[in-house]
């Protein structure tokens, strides 16, 4: 049995084109993939993304123990902050890409939906020894996300008179708000490379808030999407989906997301063997490129050296809405991941060349001070 | 709930079948477009190719999903709906007008289609 938000039955009533993901039952898209990116690019767009794992960290050793199992400074996110961090085995695999919000006396930290159930068991396996409370929260509360370049403009008007928390809310930031009577945590983060924010609240106020949320505006000012577009979006600034870009097999280093490490911070979990795969340098790593032959690459498609060996294969590819073209992401010994560098990706048994291009494809619009 | 004319045959892939005189035009349902999504990429066959049933002739693409197109009909190829080259749009907006992806002389062997009537039956069996 697939799992269903909150949202589901809104969803299904409005027209989405519901399929599964991770084990939930998710609206792939609500009028289109394409238009839903195109309205998160230049305008607003909404998502329901209470599909994700949201766990709380409290008491005295929560910083600590965050510490230990992220690759991440935790002691460097003040109160009101919020960073992206990786939970990493002792052979430096990537368990999960999290994000970590500081609240006042807890951690917030949301996790990808089909990994829930595995991030929560390697949380409460690495708490031994620290004197924290894990809390599953997933399941009380909604999340959404409100992204594009009029998401600010718009969202202040949910807001309510008494608290106006958005307007000053920094790249990042988190603060609990009220919005149409109901308190609301929000945080400017989110998934798509333009400027946006993420809401956490009571599950039961979820149709309420949603509702309201699309009627902000003009009619059509904010568009309900799908996952579809929030693949689209994410993929161009090339923002790494677990189970694509990471997993358990593929390091921090061949995922270019060494910038996440901080060796400065102390001892974490696989901090030895990142250490190491640091210093001599990842085998492979993850190239942007776009196909030089006609076609589309699509995740899990094998790349060959042009000497005809198989040296890889494609982790996400599509035709990029904003750039209106395909574009593909994949992972290649690492003398073939420099910009310039060819290879074929093998289309329906055919090889198709391949010119590998600079990543991000988009580069993304946030909002900073 | 798409739309299943009346007068063509289906595929249980998804392609609808008409004939025109001593030629079969091709393409795919109204059901097929709404699953794909809006089409950026198609590769229809050469003229003179020659298809058996069930084989696939070519391949539409979606942002998010790629699909092969098979024969509902074997027979050879005698034009290709070249307008859609640089705009699939049609396929989404008039898939059984402008739409259309190849005509072909037909052999007389075909996959099992079914009618308007059993191709809806299919789709809504498939909807659970």
Sequence with gaps: ?369 | MSTIPADLRYSKSDEWVRVEGDEVVIGITDYAQEQLGDIVYLELPQVGATFAPGESFGVIESVKASSDLYAPVGGEVTAVNSALEHDQQPINSDPYGAGWLVRMRPSGEEEELMDAAAYAAYLEGRSH
Aim: with cysteine; glycine share 10%; net charge negative.
């Design chain 1, 1 to 369: 049995m697939l799992k269903r938000t909150p949202l589901f039955e809104a969803h299904r009533a409005a027209g989405a084109r519901m399929v599964e993901f991770g084990g939930w039952e998710m609206p792939v898209q609500y009028s289109g993939i394409i238009e839903e990116h195109h309205a998160v690019r230049q305008g607003a767009g909404l998502f329901d993304i209470s599909h994700m794992g949201r766990f709380m960290v409290r008491g005295p050793h929560a910083s600590a123990f965050l510490q230990h199992v992220v690759t991440c400074d935790v002691t460097a996110i003040p109160i009101g902050q919020s960073n992206y961090g990786l939970l990493c085995k002792p052979d430096g695999g990537i368990v999960d890409d999290i994000f970590i919000y500081h609240v006042p006396d807890e951690f917030l930290v949301v996790v990808n939906a089909a990994n829930r159930d595995k991030d929560w068991a390697w949380l409460q396996n690495h708490a031994r020894g620290f004197d924290v409370e894990l809390e599953d929260r997933s399941d009380r509360w909604a999340m959404l996300a409100f992204q594009g370049p009029n998401a600010e403009a718009l969202l202040v008007h949910a807001e309510d008179a008494e608290t106006s928390e958005l307007g000053n809310l920094p790249f990042h930031g988190v603060a609990l708000t009220s919005m149409f009577g109901v308190n609301v945590l929000i945080a400017r983060t989110g998934y798509t490379g333009e400027d946006g924010f993420e809401l956490f609240f009571d599950a039961p106020n979820a149709e309420m808030i949603w509702a309201r949320l699309l009627a902000l505006g003009a009619p059509g000012s904010v568009k309900p999407c799908g996952l579809g577009a929030r693949d689209s979006l994410r993929f161009e600034p090339c923002l790494a989906l677990y189970g694509h870009e990471i997993s358990e097999t593929i390091n921090p280093y061949e995922a270019r997301l060494g910038w996440v490490v901080k060796f400065d911070k102390g001892d974490f979990v696989g901090r030895e063997t990142l250490a190491a795969i640091k210093a001599r340098g990842p085998a492979r790593r993850l190239a942007g490129f776009e196909m030089v032959g006609r076609g589309i690459a699509r995740s899990d498609y094998p790349v060959h050296a042009l000497s005809g060996e198989r040296v890889g294969h494609v982790t996400s590819g599509m035709p990029a809405p904003t750039l209106g073209k395909p574009l593909g992401i994949a992972l290649v010994p690492t003398a073939l991941s420099a910009e310039g560098s060819e290879f074929d990706v093998i289309i329906r048994e055919k090889p198709v060349r391949a010119r590998v291009m600079k990543m991000p494809f988009y580069k993304p619009r946030y909002k900073k001070a």
